[in-house]
């Protein structure tokens, strides 16, 4: 047995299969927790002869028992606000959306705006158009977030009353795609496309942080504040329902971070949250002051800052990711990166010297390559240091730059759910936009993990389900792609991205990750032994009680 110090267990969990993530004791029976730290672990009688007053203990019943989980890369507070969205995840064709969206609209009549989350980019063998939704709802503003929430579709109600029916100059990389009549077609490609039709809806405040990353205007008062409470605490719910105990937000502000503390404060906090600094395209160097500051204010195991969070290019669907060559059906494009090579090897350098960890969304080879480019840089301006600088989702890569993951210490921060035909995401329209003479370098897993790069496992939610247990099915069983090799790993390998391994790219590996005496008294009992349940039934699986900080956050019924 495993134990530190001599108090009493005010928590303990007995007769489980105990898979603790510790290469110094892989495995055990039963683990002790006095309040929020894990005080032993080892077998059951052991750990059940340390119970104290009032412990509670909870019998496993020879289910699995993990470390608390951690989810990578999720949008916490756009993921719990759109849990009341119309869900269109597998509605295919017109007869299954207009009933889906006529059902929403009756269900819902005081909504300011009907919004659809998670639509297919070929929901109708192709892609949606404004007349389309006016077919259905001519009335009132409509507007369909894709799964990957980088295109959205309008009707034409709501392109009118946010004013770009006629269309808009936007940044570089974004487009509201126009028509031969010289009005929008209702397509809007990337944020700054549909920020106006969202802006309908009335949560601005919860768009910012992923939309802008600037702090809401006008500045929210105390009562706006713990009006977006729940919002923010339905995904946190959420999250604790699918084990899981320690999030890493991609998108954010000051703002987020205030609405988590205030959870934190009525006792509502039930995992803990990393919340970066969102660094846009119209932001400066200069303003990554403004990423030290937030990382000085939120500092400890509960609600932290420390990291810089980019996009440098969109998603492989609308052809907005960033190409090393040109998309199959158009030749002469290859996308555009959001940032120049110049300027990102500035913000990379300038974020390094400051000691922040730098995080980017690079989905293309031409992106990948982009930010490697500038972590390299970074570590010649500043020297080496243990950064573990991020990329995430790495959808397509160069084979040259495969090695440079583990040479510059860069962490691969990956979605398995994302890959075409491994869970909700057909192969098509998706492996089409890729040459498939390039599939063999497309959603690599296993070739990024055997060329020595860290990985650390996500979902991206609210773009996919969050279930690990479907993703962990997901990676096991995910298909080879036509010229390339197998991608899986083995069930332990992947249960490590959701641990061990995401808590090394957040710094936390010697407090996180493992069920280890004197870390802290994170764990999930799954509902099963997830060793011996067949690959093809692993996302049946779910968390029977989670417990973050020694508290149980979640108990299924």
């Not at 005080?39 to 009688?45: E, I, K, P, R």
């Not at 369909?144 to 009353?161: C, G, P, Q, S, V």
């Not at 909700?424 to 897993?445: E, N, Q, V």
Request: charged share 20%; proline share 5%; with cysteine.
């Amino acid at each position: 047995m495993q134990g530190v110090g001599m108090g009493l267990a005010t928590l303990i969990v007995i007769n489980g299969k105990v898979l603790t993530m510790d290469d110094a004791q892989p495995r055990a029976e039963a683990v002790a927790l006095n309040g929020e730290r894990i005080l032993a672990v080892g077998a059951t009688a052991e750990i059940a002869a340390m119970a104290g007053a009032g412990c509670r203990v909870i019998d496993a019943g020879g289910a699995t028992v993990l470390p608390g989980l951690i989810e990578s890369h999720l949008h916490l507070f756009m993921g719990g606000n759109e849990l009341g969205h119309l869900q269109l995840l597998h509605v295919q064709g017109e007869a299954a959306l207009r009933r889906a969206l006529t059902e929403f609209a009756a269900a819902n009549p005081d909504a300011p705006m009907l919004m659809g989350q998670g639509c297919d980019y070929a929901i109708y063998d192709r892609a949606l158009t404004r007349h389309d939704l006016d077919a259905i709802v001519p009335d009132r503003p409509v507007l369909f977030t894709a799964a990957d929430h980088h295109t959205a579709w309008a009707n034409t109600r709501a392109l009118e009353m946010a004013g770009i029916l006629q269309g808009r100059a936007l940044g570089v990389g974004n487009e509201i795609v126009m028509g031969a009549d010289g009005l929008a077609t209702g397509e809007l490609r990337e944020f700054e496309a549909f920020a106006p039709v969202l802006a309908l809806t009335g949560q601005t405040r919860i768009a910012a942080g992923i939309a802008t990353g600037e702090e809401p205007d006008p500045i929210p008062t105390h009562a706006d504040l713990l009006g977006d409470l729940e919002p923010m605490a339905r995904g946190l719910r959420h999250c604790a329902r699918h084990g899981f105990t320690s999030l890493v937000n991609m998108d954010g502000n000051r703002y987020t971070l205030l609405v988590l503390a205030e959870l934190r404060r009525q006792g509502r906090l039930t995992a803990r949250v990393r919340v970066p600094f969102h660094y846009r395209p119209h932001r400066q160097p200069a303003d990554l002051a403004q990423a030290t500051a937030l990382s000085a204010e939120f500092n400890d195991d509960w609600l932290a800052s420390g990291f810089v969070k980019l996009f440098m290019d969109g998603v492989v669907d609308s052809e907005t990711a960033a190409m090393l060559s040109d998309y199959p059906d158009h030749p002469g494009w290859c996308g555009d990166p959001l940032h120049t090579d110049a300027r990102f090897k500035e913000v990379a350098i300038e974020a390094d010297r400051r000691g922040l960890q730098i995080a980017v969304h690079a989905i293309g080879d031409g992106a990948v390559r982009r930010v490697l480019d500038g972590y390299e840089a970074a570590q010649r301006a500043n020297g080496v240091r243990d950064s573990r600088h991020r990329i995430e989702h790495i959808e397509l890569i160069d084979r040259a730059d495969v090695p440079r993951l583990a040479a510059l210490g860069v962490t691969a921060s990956i979605q398995p759910v994302h890959a075409p035909g491994a869970m909700d995401f057909p192969l098509m329209p998706t492996m089409g936009k890729i040459h498939r003479d390039r599939w063999r370098d497309a959603y690599l897993c296993r070739d990024l993990a055997q060329a020595g790069a860290r990985l650390a496992f996500a979902s991206d939610w609210p773009v996919t389900d969050i279930n690990p247990f479907r993703g962990i099915q997901a990676a096991l069983t995910r298909p080879v792609y036509e010229g390339g090799t197998e991608q899986t790993l083995s069930l332990h390998q992947i249960l490590a991205g959701y641990t061990i391994g995401g808590a090394w790219a957040e710094h936390t590996e010697d407090r996180k990750g493992m069920l280890r005496p004197g870390y802290l008294g994170d764990l999930v009992i799954l509902s099963g032994d997830i060793e011996t349940t067949p690959v093809t039934e692993i996302g049946t699986l779910s968390a029977a009680v989670t417990v973050c900080g020694g508290r149980v956050v979640w108990e299924g019924a």
